[in-house]
């Protein structure tokens, strides 16, 4: 079983999901979400960031994928004791106590 996964619905990431869901290849719990009009921005990514600590607290890294590391975010996840880390498709955070 892999790892979870929460998505913002589209076409692409509808058919990611469905491939995994189907294959057994992650968490049951991983899951697509609606998403408002506009960009995601610093505000929404904290906001699923305290989702994701309340429903899976024993993480050890979260890849934020298709959202860019802002110097407020970044500060933010590092003030927390957090490891950041740009990746190619946007940005990682670690558990620095992992």
């Known amino acids: 079983m892999g790892d979870a996964f929460w998505l913002v619905e589209s076409p692409a990431n509808r058919g990611l999901a469905e491939a995994a869901w189907r294959a057994k ?9 609606k998403s408002g009009v506009g960009d995601i921005d610093n505000s929404d990514v904290l906001a699923m960031f305290e989702t994701v600590e309340l429903h899976h607290p024993d993480w050890s ?8 590391l802002s110097k407020d975010l970044n500060q933010a996840f590092r003030e927390d004791g957090f490891v950041t880390a740009e990746i190619g498709h946007g940005f990682s955070i670690t558990r620095n106590d992992r």
């Open 25 to 33: 290849a992650t968490d049951p719990n991983s899951a697509l979400f």
């Open 61 to 68: 890294r979260i890849d934020w994928v298709g959202v860019k």
